[in-house]
């Protein structure tokens, strides 16, 4: 099986920074792509940004210029560096990969990790 595991959430104020990571661990052949999306109260789940192979991150509009993708292939993970956090910015983050295991493409997520930004 494949596990996603997150890691770098918290409590801190607004203008703040947090740092997220997420490592995929198990029987993985290959990854397509890795990323975070996010989930508020009463919100539908909706992208932050995502990495596909060599190709530049994708960020959504309202994190432009303030978080940054990242990751390190050689160990399976992706970080999401946020920087002038905004208390909009509160939700669940959840790392999402698209990796080959057991002779299929499958679609992983991790646990989440919750952020907190107060005002």
């Known amino acids: 099986q494949v596990q996603l595991v997150e890691s770098g959430g918290g409590l801190v104020q607004a203008g703040g920074s947090l740092r997220l990571s997420c490592q995929a661990s198990?029987?993985?052949?290959?990854?397509?792509?890795m990323g975070w999306y996010r989930q508020a109260p009463g919100k539908q789940r909706e992208l932050v940004a995502t990495?596909?192979?060599?190709?530049?991150?994708n960020y959504a509009d309202s994190v432009k210029g303030r978080f940054t993708a990242s990751t390190d292939n050689a160990k399976n993970t992706v970080y999401l560096q946020m920087n002038s956090l905004k208390p909009g910015d509160t939700a669940v983050y959840y790392c999402?990969?698209?990796?080959?295991?057991?002779?299929?493409?499958?679609?992983?997520w991790g646990q989440g990790t919750q952020v907190t930004v107060s005002s």
């Open positions: 198990g029987r993985i052949v290959s990854i397509r792509a």
């Open positions: 990495i596909r192979g060599g190709s530049s991150p």
């Open positions: 999402n990969a698209d990796v080959l295991a057991l002779g299929s493409w499958r679609g992983c």
